[in-house]
């Protein structure tokens, strides 16, 4: 831009050189260059504002997303502090993410016994992250069939908010808040400080965060990579694994095919059967599992 617009006054200044002093010539061509500057600098300004613009238009879209049916409306009351045991039962249950395609769970049932861990496994596409879109209620209930019974309760009948606020999930990779450990701990500020503490040495940190300056209070690094703990007691835990080895320690293992349960047992009993299943899935686990039996 710089070179046209210099190019320009320059053929002007030639032009009308029998109109125009050597001064106004020379004014004309510092001019040109600033002007190049100024053009540059709105460019740069119109190409921020389209940016600044694009955030903006996406959290105007997600503040008018409609609330998801079901959020705060239940059938029945919940018993004072469910889930208490931690009894899992899925009966004949089938889900399919729209009404036109083909189901992801077809028919399962499966009963997990309270405070037990479960390992699911199974190849890609055959229904094992569907079982926790089921368990959270991620799909319209109105596209479901069967039953998913948590202590007795069929959590159909009960609000979303009540569910999910009740159960969590763990991701592989979990993420943390840029903000202090209390505000991690309890985003809506429902529980006294000796609640956390109890917390906290219940999944033993309290030791740790004693030692800290700020305490509750401390700022949670990237990725919570100076609260990395894990331990879980008396909860009922579903795990999805790809390779057998990783949960080797869960009370059972549940293998999935094609979206329905195949094979359900103790990792021993499983082992043991010499299931083709499993030796097709852990080629390169041999000698942990030999280990293992």
């Not at 080797?248 to 999935?256: C, E, F, L, P, T």
Request: proline share 3%; glycine share 4%.
């Amino acid at each position: 831009m710089t070179c046209c617009l210099s190019f320009l006054t320059a053929i002007l200044t030639v032009s009308l050189r029998n109109n125009m002093d050597p001064l106004s010539a020379a004014l004309g061509l510092m001019y040109a260059i600033n002007l190049t500057d100024i053009f540059q600098w709105g460019v740069r300004q119109s190409t921020e504002t389209e940016n600044y613009m694009i955030s903006a238009e996406r959290i105007n879209e997600y503040f008018h997303i409609p609330s998801e049916p079901g959020l705060h409306k239940e059938e029945l009351e919940l018993p004072t502090n469910w889930p208490v045991e931690g009894r899992i039962e899925f009966e004949k249950f089938k889900l399919s993410y729209r009404s036109e395609f083909e189901p992801m769970l077809k028919g399962i049932n499966l009963k997990i016994e309270a405070r037990h861990k479960i390992g699911i496994i199974g190849r890609t596409g055959a229904g094992k992250s569907s079982i926790f879109q089921a368990l959270f209620r991620l799909t319209d209930k109105s596209i479901t069939d069967g039953k998913i019974l948590v202590d007795g309760v069929d959590i159909n009948k009960i609000s979303l908010n009540a569910l999910r606020s009740n159960t969590n999930i763990i991701p592989q990779f979990p993420v943390l808040f840029s903000n202090t450990l209390r505000y991690n701990l309890d985003s809506f500020n429902h529980y006294t400080d000796e609640q956390l503490w109890d917390a906290l040495e219940a999944v033993q940190l309290k030791t740790k965060i004693n030692k800290l300056k700020e305490n509750l209070n401390t700022k949670v690094a990237e990725y919570g990579s100076n609260f990395s703990v894990e331990k879980f007691t008396n909860q009922t835990i579903l795990t999805i694994a790809h390779r057998l080895n990783t949960i080797m320690d869960s009370d059972k293992i549940v293998i999935m095919k094609d979206d329905i349960i195949v094979e359900c047992g103790t990792p021993g009993e499983l082992l043991t059967k010499q299931s083709q299943l499993i030796a097709d899935m852990n080629k390169d686990d041999d000698d942990e599992l030999v280990t293992y039996l």
